[in-house]
């Protein structure tokens, strides 16, 4: 950093031909962010190697999220093609992952101009089953927005089933059915709700924010700066 500012240090990292030196470099802010409120707010902490080790995994899932290998060893970043939902209505895409800690999930809204509205992300109580996972995650994340009293929502997700399993009329008594049944009687507290499948593609931002759980203790939420893990994946 010799010479230069923070933001001018950031700036010609980022801006560097080579994008592994900004994927560490967000790795490593995130996780000294973490470990800061969690020795504030929990009165956890780890030692270096742990929090080293966090930065490697974190590298490598970010690897496994976005990019994919081409012929001749290039690397491809993956297209974006999230779209944002008509005018006064908002849009939240939610993910569920497995974890080697457990279930995680991720949730993040955004208005009709593709800005930044709100995000959660946390563990949940339930299942690894990837059905019973993303039928909770909604659940979660509905009963989130209604607290917050956001009405005109599209819930957007990559689990076809759920969304089949949502939109139906048709009723079965399984557990993932009864955790759907709840999905529709908090939309319906809500207003207007709509249920969409998209694909991986499109969910990345909630994608991310359920793996970077792994990184956390506990369940978080952002209503005014999103956090850094996906900053660079919003419109501010």
């Not at 093609?81 to 457990?102: F, I, Q």
């Not at 989130?144 to 048709?170: H, M, T, V």
């Amino acid at each position: 950093m010799h010479g230069y500012t923070l933001q001018g240090f950031m700036d010609a990292v980022v801006g560097a031909p080579n994008p592994n030196k900004a994927v560490r470099m967000a790795a490593v802010m995130w996780v000294i962010w973490s470990e800061r409120n969690d020795r504030i707010w929990r009165d956890l902490s780890r030692g270096g190697d742990q929090l080293k080790n966090q930065i490697t995994n974190l590298q490598i899932k970010w690897q496994r999220t976005f990019k994919s290998m081409v012929p001749g060893g290039q690397v491809r970043v993956n297209p974006v093609n999230w779209e944002p939902p008509k005018r006064n209505w908002l849009k939240c895409n939610v993910d569920a992952t497995v974890l080697a800690s457990g279930v995680a999930f991720g949730a993040a809204v955004r208005d009709h101009n593709g800005v930044f509205v709100a995000t959660k992300n946390g563990r949940l109580n339930c299942d690894c089953d990837p059905f019973t996972a993303e039928a909770t995650v909604v659940k979660e994340s509905l009963q989130w927005l209604r607290s917050l009293g956001r009405n005109d929502l599209i819930i957007e997700i990559d689990c076809l089933n759920f969304c089949k399993a949502f939109n139906s009329s048709s009723f079965l008594y399984s557990y993932v059915d009864l955790i759907v049944k709840q999905c529709n009687s908090v939309a319906s507290d809500i207003g207007n709700v709509f249920v969409r499948h998209v694909k991986r593609s499109a969910n990345q931002v909630a994608h991310v924010l359920a793996w970077a759980t792994d990184f956390t203790s506990g369940s978080s939420s952002w209503t005014e700066v999103p956090p850094f893990c996906i900053s660079a994946m919003l419109i501010h």
